[in-house]
């Protein structure tokens, strides 16, 4: 903006507000939502460009008010100048290195010289070529405003925040907890273990492999990876290479590489086409996030909810009988833990939860459950072995389906995953495979 002000032309001042569009946060979030790697509320999106919008409106069909405001334009670049300045970290340049240095030139020099060439052939001075090619104002402040209309983004200023306080601040962070022996662990259980370091993992995967073979072969029966998010395939690999007797344990993340290794027909489970029972939402955990999630699900057509204390919990001769009098109604129902309440020291909520939604489990044929603890518990009490994974609703969000003592679908995710909508979109999509079956 104070390039083109000062030396391009007025056209190209007035086509700053245009360009911000591109540059600024509507785009990004935009191009999030069509990819399926988030979603933003509909008032964000449109308060993101309703100012320009509105200034267009009344800079047209107001000559003197589009005088008026057009003075002000010189006037605000230092403020928003400084203000952007202020939140530079000029250490960041150091850390890039030379790679993150030269990417840097490189973006600015191949770019400008397009845009300089762009802006000269359409008539103009390369004035607004030039000030387009730099990164500034609206490019450098989309993280934290992306952030700021999606909790999911929120470690994007470089902060991670547990309800809001700093990871750094937190009890967790100043604990002096010890590192995990596995390896005595493994020989309590009479099993031998050795480690893989890092940078055998990196050789590739015909190393990895012909490494757990010989260890294999002398004996080893556990092998502990060191790996980061990107060696996970290797090491996926060359576990599936070596056949059956190979068994994983790992994240989310090494399951989803081994799930690219199959055949798509492999991965076909059986599941009841029709869901006509009903559906129960179960939150276990006290995050703030799932505390969101939960005030979301207030007012959805067709579900009743219901917010529990200690007494209530206690209560469970109560409370029990006029839930499963609710479920013969064929309401829909979710239930929470109250995190505001006190809760005595002796007592988990997430088990007397599990323990008074366990009965019910046999009314339902859909359970949405938020804490890992709480869905450990109703599982365990319907004696499901296991959980069959279908598909990712979102980041972090599971669909799975209990085939066995009776049949059950089951979206389950951590306390502190994802967006206040995720419980609403979770019922709405069981909801809609409920409606489109019947």
Request: aromatic share 8%.
């Given at each position: 903006?104070?390039?083109?002000?000062?030396?391009?032309?007025?056209?190209?001042?007035?086509?700053?507000?245009?360009?911000?569009?591109?540059?600024?946060?509507?785009?990004?979030?935009?191009?999030?939502?069509?990819?399926?790697?988030?979603?933003?509320?509909?008032?964000?999106?449109?308060?993101?460009?309703?100012?320009?919008?509105?200034?267009?409106?009344?800079?047209?069909?107001?000559?003197?008010?589009?005088?008026?405001?057009?003075?002000?334009?010189?006037?605000?670049?230092?403020?928003?100048?400084?203000?952007?300045?202020?939140?530079?970290?000029?250490?960041?340049?150091?850390?890039?290195?030379?790679?993150?240095?030269?990417?840097?030139?490189?973006?600015?020099?191949?770019?400008?010289?397009?845009?300089?060439?762009?802006?000269?052939?359409?008539?103009?001075?390369?004035?607004?070529?030039?000030?387009?090619?730099?990164?500034?104002?609206?490019?450098?402040?989309?993280?934290?405003?992306?952030?700021?209309?999606?909790?999911?983004?929120?470690?994007?200023?470089?902060?991670?925040?547990?309800?809001?306080?700093?990871?750094?601040?937190?009890?967790?962070?100043?604990?002096?907890?010890?590192?995990?022996?596995?390896?005595?662990?493994?020989?309590?259980?009479?099993?031998?273990?050795?480690?893989?370091?890092?940078?055998?993992?990196?050789?590739?995967?015909?190393?990895?492999?012909?490494?757990?073979?010989?260890?294999?072969?002398?004996?080893?029966?556990?092998?502990?990876?060191?790996?980061?998010?990107?060696?996970?395939?290797?090491?996926?690999?060359?576990?599936?290479?070596?056949?059956?007797?190979?068994?994983?344990?790992?994240?989310?993340?090494?399951?989803?590489?081994?799930?690219?290794?199959?055949p798509p027909g492999d991965l076909m489970i059986p599941v009841p086409r029709k869901l006509s029972e009903l559906i129960l939402i179960a939150v276990g955990s006290c995050t703030t996030n799932s505390q969101t999630q939960f005030a979301k699900l207030r007012?959805?057509?067709?579900?009743?909810?219901?917010?529990?204390?200690?007494?209530?919990?206690?209560?469970?001769?109560?409370?029990?009988?006029?839930?499963?009098?609710?479920?013969?109604?064929?309401?829909?129902?979710?239930?929470?833990?109250?995190?505001?309440?006190?809760?005595?020291?002796?007592?988990?909520?997430?088990?007397?939860?599990?323990?008074?939604?366990?009965?019910?489990?046999?009314?339902?044929?859909?359970?949405?459950?938020?804490?890992?603890?709480?869905?450990?518990?109703?599982?365990?009490?319907?004696?499901?072995?296991?959980?069959?994974?279908?598909?990712?609703?979102?980041?972090?969000?599971?669909?799975?389906?209990?085939?066995?003592?009776?049949?059950?679908?089951?979206?389950?995710?951590?306390?502190?995953?994802?967006?206040?909508?995720?419980?609403?979109?979770?019922?709405?999509?069981?909801?809609?495979?409920?409606?489109?079956?019947?």
């Open positions: 903006m104070a390039l083109v002000s000062r030396y391009g032309r007025t056209e190209d001042a007035a086509a700053y507000s245009i360009m911000s569009i591109e540059s600024g946060p509507f785009l990004t979030m935009v191009s999030l939502g069509v990819a399926g790697l988030s979603a933003f509320p509909w008032q964000t999106l449109v308060g993101s460009v309703l100012p320009l919008v509105c200034g267009m409106i009344l800079g047209n069909i107001d000559f003197e008010l589009r005088e008026f405001l057009g003075r002000a334009v010189p006037v605000m670049i230092p403020f928003f100048a400084f203000a952007l300045g202020g939140t530079l970290n000029l250490g960041s340049v150091a850390t890039a290195g030379l790679l993150g240095i030269g990417l840097g030139l490189f973006v600015v020099v191949g770019s400008g010289i397009f845009l300089i060439l762009t802006d000269r052939f359409t008539g103009g001075t390369g004035t607004a070529g030039l000030a387009a090619a730099t990164t500034a104002g609206n490019a450098a402040a989309v993280p934290t405003l992306v952030a700021a209309a999606n909790p999911a983004y929120a470690n994007a200023g470089g902060k991670i925040l547990i309800d809001g306080e700093p990871l750094e601040q937190t009890q967790f962070w100043s604990a002096k907890i010890p590192r995990p022996d596995f390896a005595a662990q493994m020989a309590d259980v009479g099993l031998t273990m050795e480690s893989l370091p890092l940078e055998t993992v990196r050789r590739g995967k015909q190393e990895v492999r012909r490494t757990i073979s010989e260890l294999v072969g002398e004996g080893c029966t556990t092998i502990l990876c060191d790996a980061e998010h990107e060696d996970l395939f290797q090491i996926a690999q060359a576990g599936f290479e070596i056949g059956p007797q190979c068994f994983f344990a790992g994240s989310g993340g090494l399951a989803k590489q081994l799930f690219k290794l199959f007012g959805v057509p067709g579900l009743r909810c219901f917010l529990l204390g200690p007494e209530e919990l206690e209560k469970r001769s109560i409370s029990q009988p006029e839930l499963g009098r609710l479920l013969d109604c064929k309401q829909d129902l979710a239930v929470a833990i109250n995190a505001d309440a006190m809760f005595p020291d002796d007592i988990k909520p997430s088990h007397v939860l599990a323990g008074l939604l366990a009965p019910l489990l046999n009314r339902v044929g859909a359970l949405v459950v938020t804490g890992g603890e709480t869905c450990r518990v109703l599982l365990q009490w319907i004696g499901a072995q296991k959980l069959q994974l279908l598909d990712e609703l979102e980041p972090g969000v599971s669909l799975a389906f209990v085939s066995a003592p009776r049949p059950l679908l089951v979206v389950v995710k951590a306390g502190g995953f994802g967006d206040p909508n995720t419980l609403q979109n979770a019922y709405r999509f069981l909801k809609k495979i409920r409606i489109s079956h019947e």
